[in-house]
């Protein structure tokens, strides 16, 4: 069987360590769907029951593991309800790959069934990286860099891929030569450290204070001890974000709990 797109594209997220997709069959990404059926370290495929969902679920996963989610969605429609999700991420600073479907390059343009302008389409909320893959050679390049940029920036990335392409004899491995790209997997977080002008700031502000309440979130992930030791030095009581629920165990005598969010509805009959 000829090696395809779609399989490179299974084994190329494999090796990034993606583990779950999320997302919904349609004609523009079926090959990929079948891909992940005959591939020898398969994904998970989470088959959602609308696509608003396969992106929350996305971004979810993104939230609750610090792994990449993502979602997959066929073009047009199907496409379009992804964008509540991957706002929803943006806005969280969650990194999220959406692999949209597409008609074929030969439709686009020519009014087709579900022919959709997708790069203008999710330029707004994955506007860091979003590309179309129009031959093989590229879809290298455009996996391994849309995960990095995601990784890298906490943001949404996107990549489109027509399932004329999907069906196209796969290309690895890239020629090295003049107009080509060669890339590879792999991303190291940088170590950001505050500059000493900036912790004596945050300091004073904290020594100043004479009733200290802290609130932590998802930045706080991973600084478990320190928080507890700025508590007790400043008598201070900690309420926790939605996201940072996991920060402070709620046993310990100064924290208050998660924050809710309190919504009156009224009804009128």
Known sequence: MTYKVSDFVVERLVDWGINRIYGYPGDGINPILTALGRADRPIKFVQVRHEVMGAFMACAHAKFTGEVGVCLST????????????????????PVLAIIGQQPRSALGTSYLQDVDLQALFNDVAHEYVNVATVPTQVR????????????????????????????????????????????????????????????????????????????????LGATNEIVEVANKLGAGVAKALLGKAVLPDDLPFVTGSMSVNHNWSVSR
């Open 75 to 94: 073009s047009g429609p199907g496409a379009i309800q992804l964008l509540n999700g991957l706002y929803d991420a943006k806005m969280d600073h969650q």
């Open 141 to 220: 390049h455009l996996i391994d860099r849309s995960l990095r940029i995601a990784k890298a920036e906490r943001t949404v990335s996107c990549i489109i891929l027509p399932n004329d392409v999907q069906n196209m004899p796969a290309v690895p491995h890239p020629e090295r030569k003049h107009g080509k790209t060669f890339s590879g997997i792999g991303y190291s977080f940088p170590s950001i450290v505050p500059s000493n002008a900036e912790l004596k700031k945050a300091a004073d502000v904290l020594n100043e204070g004479t009733k200290v309440a802290i609130l932590v979130g998802a930045g706080a």
